[in-house]
């Protein structure tokens, strides 16, 4: 079992960065990790996922933008954004699955907003 807390969001103005870290409890290793959004009057959506092995994946829309990065030792997870759009905004979560992802394992998440 794995517990999961998010911090680092905030207010930024288009164009700025943020980065987002989840702390995870347990044996973080053997999950993989993803970070998921979910904007108001939306359905909560993948932003990017890394496995155990270090292979990541991004949704189209955060490409070339967003990085996810892992360090098992420190047991995080961090989601580096840059060039921020409006249409970021949302309230982001961390994830940690032991197959397939979504995994069970859910953070309180973290609100980004990005306007001018």
């Known amino acids: 079992q794995v517990q999961l807390v998010e911090s680092g969001g905030g207010l930024v103005q288009p164009g700025g960065s943020l980065r987002l870290s989840c702390a995870a409890s347990?044996?973080?290793?053997?999950?993989?990790m993803g970070w998921y959004r979910q904007a108001p009057g939306k359905q909560r959506e993948v932003v990017a996922t890394?496995?155990?092995?270090?292979?990541?994946r991004y949704a189209d829309s955060v490409k070339g933008r967003f990085t996810i990065s892992r360090d098992n030792a420190k047991k995080t997870v961090d989601l580096q954004m840059n060039s921020l759009k409006p249409e970021d905004t949302a309230v982001y979560y961390c994830?940690?699955?032991?197959?397939?992802?979504?995994?069970?394992?859910w953070g309180q998440g973290t609100q980004v907003s990005v306007s001018s």
């Open positions: 994830n940690a699955a032991r197959d397939w992802f979504p995994g069970n394992y």
């Open positions: 347990g044996s973080m290793s053997l999950y993989g």
């Open positions: 890394i496995t155990r092995g270090g292979t990541t």
